[in-house]
Nanobody
């Protein structure tokens, strides 16, 4: 079992940056792919990006490609989401999730979820 906790959210102006962290505890976190998802107010949860268990592969939604970057430090049991050039449409609750079947954009591929952290981007 893996427990995940997101942090680093907050209020930022458009064009600014934030770095979110996903800290994990439990067993075998280093063997999990980690995905980032977000849920804007009143909308469904959507894929943001994902990183393989060893950090060798990353994949991003088109909406964030070139602006967001995912990295991980398995020694610290932490995955990061660096968000640059933020836009108001990036406003959402951001979740990290762990899965054991490799990188995926599908919510169903992830078994363990954090509680979410709010990111608000003002104009």
């Amino acid at each position: 079992q893996v427990q995940l906790v997101e942090s680093g959210g907050g209020l930022v102006q458009a064009g600014g940056s934030l770095r979110l962290s996903c800290a994990a505890s439990g067993r075998t976190f280093s063997g999990y792919a980690v995905g980032w998802f977000r849920q804007p107010p009143g909308k469904e949860r959507e894929f943001v990006g994902t990183i393989s268990w060893n950090g060798g592969s990353t994949y991003y939604a088109d909406s964030v490609k070139g602006r967001f970057a995912i990295s991980r430090d398995n020694a610290k049991n932490t995955v990061y989401l660096q968000m640059n050039s933020l836009k108001p449409e990036d406003t959402a609750v951001y979740y990290c999730a762990g899965g054991r079947i490799g990188v995926s954009a599908s919510i169903s591929a992830y078994n363990y979820w954090g509680q979410g952290t709010q990111v608000t981007v003002s104009s």
